[in-house]
């Protein structure tokens, strides 16, 4: 069964740094975009940021803009996100995401064009 896998959640300090990587198991997605979520209890999956499959495009979702950057590396199968001047409000649990679509579209901000899911990575900012 192909799966995501991600890594690097963890406990930090207010302004701190993470970098989540996310590998899939099974196969490869070197021609997927990918994307990373996350969830807090209670709350709907929110989007973060979004890589296209040759890296050339990203998007953020404005709370995390200029503060976290995604990026992929196609040679090892990984995207990543480095998360810096972390917040006490972005503790939740993060998912990675890829999907078969091919084209860039503004839908790549919900929930319902990925395909393929990890089952997520905590990570909690304390204040």
């Known amino acids: 069964q192909v799966q995501l896998v991600e890594s690097g959640g963890g406990l930090v300090q207010a302004g701190g740094s993470l970098r989540l990587s996310c590998a899939p198991s099974?196969?490869?997605?070197?021609?997927?975009?990918q994307a990373w979520f996350r969830q807090t209890p209670g709350k709907e999956r929110e989007f973060v940021a979004a890589?296209?499959?040759?890296?050339?495009?990203?998007y953020y979702a404005e709370s995390v803009k200029g503060r976290f950057t995604i990026s992929r590396d196609n040679t090892k199968n990984t995207a990543y996100l480095q998360m810096n001047s972390l917040k006490p409000e972005d503790t939740a649990i993060y998912y990675c995401?890829?999907?078969?679509?091919?084209?860039?579209?503004?839908?790549?901000?919900?929930?319902?064009?990925?395909?393929?899911w990890g089952q997520g990575t905590q990570v909690t900012v304390s204040s």
């Open positions: 995401a890829a999907t078969t679509t091919k084209e860039w579209v503004i839908e790549l901000v919900t929930t319902a064009l990925y395909d393929y």
């Open positions: 099974g196969r490869t997605f070197n021609s997927y975009h």
């Open positions: 890589i296209s499959w040759s890296a050339d495009r990203q």
